[in-house]
């Protein structure tokens, strides 16, 4: 009989071991900085597991994941940010993370 691991336990893995399980392959397509912010957040969400909200964080982040390996979508996003379309944004942004 093959034992399954929990949810908890198997995002647990990936601060355990060098290798990606299998279920979190997606993570090695986040950009570096979203790589550090998904760490940490899950880090967070595994101190107090709820099954559901893990859940729904690393949906959000495979989402995430899937947008930073896509090239068509990140030049559209840099196409749109040369053209100012997010400066308000991104000057949020800067001022809600400076401290």
Excluded: C
């Excluded at 993570?27 to 790589?35: G, I, K, Q, T």
């Excluded at 979508?73 to 991104?90: H, L």
Aim: charged fraction near 25%; proline fraction near 6%; hydrophobic fraction near 45%.
């Amino acid at each position: 009989m093959v034992a399954t691991a929990s949810l908890p336990d198997k995002a647990r893995e990936l601060f355990a071991e060098d290798d990606l399980p299998e279920e979190f392959g997606w993570v090695a397509w986040l950009s570096p900085r979203h790589m550090r912010l998904f760490a940490v957040e899950l880090n967070a969400a595994l101190a107090a597991p709820s099954v559901e909200k893990l859940t729904t964080l690393l949906d959000s982040w495979r989402a995430t994941a899937e947008v930073d390996r896509s090239p068509e979508v990140q030049q559209t996003i840099e196409r749109n940010r040369a053209s100012g379309r997010f400066a308000p944004v991104d000057k949020w942004l800067a001022t809600r993370h400076t401290t």
